[in-house]
Every structure is written in C-alpha cells, then in structure tokens.
C-alpha cells in the first residue's frame, strides 16, 4: 500500500440543494454509486490491466468537471482496484478562464495522483478549455471517459465525442442531474466496429455493491474493538490507501491543453 498526503482542500461540487446528485439529499448516494459503477465497469473490460496479469495503465477522461471532487472520486476507486492511471484529460471552459479556485483544483488533483501512484512513471494530467481542443488531442485514446453533473454539455455531444475519442473497448458513463426527480446514470461501451452500444445494468450491479459494502461496514462497526497493540502512530485523517501497479509507458500528447501538471 502507499500513503498519500496530499491537500485536496480546493476540490468541491454542486452545493445546490434541488439537485438530483446533492450528496446530502434524497439521493444523496448517486455520486457514490455511479463512481462505483465506473470502477466495477473498467474491471470487466479491463481485466489484463489489474497488476499482476498484465502491465497496463488506464487512460482518463473527464467533461464538465469543474472543481473535480467527483473525479478524485471515481479515480480513488479505479486506483483501489489496481490500476494505474496512465493520464487524465480534465476538460471544462472553466479552465480557460485562469480562476484561482480551479487552478488549485486542477494542481491538488495532479499532486494527488502523482502521489498516489509513486514508484511508476507520472501521470500525465493535462487541462483543456474546450471539448474542440480535447477532441483534436485524443482520436481512439483513452478507456473511461465520464461526464458527471455537466447539464452545460449536451449529451449527444459527449456521446460522439466519446465515439471519437475512446479506444475500441472503452466505456462512457454519464451522470444526470433531474432536479428533484433524482439523477440518471448510464453507459455506452465502443465495439471494435467503432459504434457505441449500450451498458446493461451499469448502475444496478454497483447499488448491490454499495449495498454490501455499507452491510460489511455496519457488522465491523458492531464488533466489539481488538485490545491495543502498544501505542498508534498518528495519521492524518484524509490519508488515502492505495494499491500500486507495474510501470507503464505513455502520456496524453497533442492539442492545445489548458495547462499540464
């Protein structure tokens, strides 16, 4: 395992309370079921990518992304399940617009995943202010690509662009603010055709999931605490445990980034 301690404290999202993915509202969970869901899908498309089979490093998309808390989310669990991150697209017109809070943002996400994938090469972690500019950078390139709350950002385009941009077998998962009706959440997988088909029970098996965690969690939580061994080093509370991978090769090159870390 790695420690990694690393200050996240520009990372945000929505606070608006009407919204369907409001972390603290009626469903409160969509967040943390779709990040899950995007983990659970990279594993059964990507299986030879896990340390230990195969080197490998995924390649990561994000449109709309804003302060990137959801983004630290879905890549703390696609880091938890052995992958490396080979490099993160983060695309949003806010990065064009040279604001203090993103730039933070986008420079804390960065040192986050540089440290949290120490003993391989870096990450690539590249900004873009434009799906255009992204677009021209990554024909056939990355396996996840996800866009998260991003209403700004019509969902057929994102569709065609994840048609251009992934990599015969990728994955692109939606996430959808309906207000007080809840969220949405989907996923299209690319053929080897080059066509982009449907995910069944993409977010279905990630609630089962979730579920059995929270059971797992509630029963250690009921369990009578071990007696101490001497005496614990302390830790900071936000430390984050993560599994390292083989060393991979490669970066996002091309177009006109934003900015790079």
Partial sequence: HRRCFVGLSALAECGDKQCGCYRLGAFGDSREVFSTAVALEAQRRFPSFVPGRHAGALRYVSVGCGFLLSDWEVLTRL?????????????????????????????????????????????????????????????????VFVQMDASD????????????????????????????????????????????????????????????????RREADAAPLPKPRGTRDPELAAQTLLDCGDEVAGSCSGGHPAGVW
């Fill in 79 to 143: 880091l938890g399940c052995g992958y490396r991150v080979e490099s993160a697209a983060l695309v949003d017109t806010l990065y064009g617009s040279r604001d203090a809070r993103a730039t933070a943002a986008l420079q804390q996400l960065a040192d986050w995943v540089h440290g949290a994938q120490r003993g391989g090469p870096d990450a690539s972690v590249v900004a873009y202010a434009s799906l255009a500019a992204f677009g021209a950078a990554a024909a056939n390139w990355c396996h």
């Fill in 153 to 216: 950002i019509d969902g057929e385009t994102a569709l065609d662009l994840a048609r251009r941009t992934l990599a015969p077998g990728g994955v692109y998962a939606r996430l959808e603010n309906h207000q007080r009706k809840g969220a949405f959440a989907g996923a299209w997988a690319k053929t080897e055709a080059g066509a982009m088909e449907p995910v069944d029970d993409f977010i279905s098996n990630a609630r089962n999931h979730v579920e059995t965690a929270r059971e797992k």
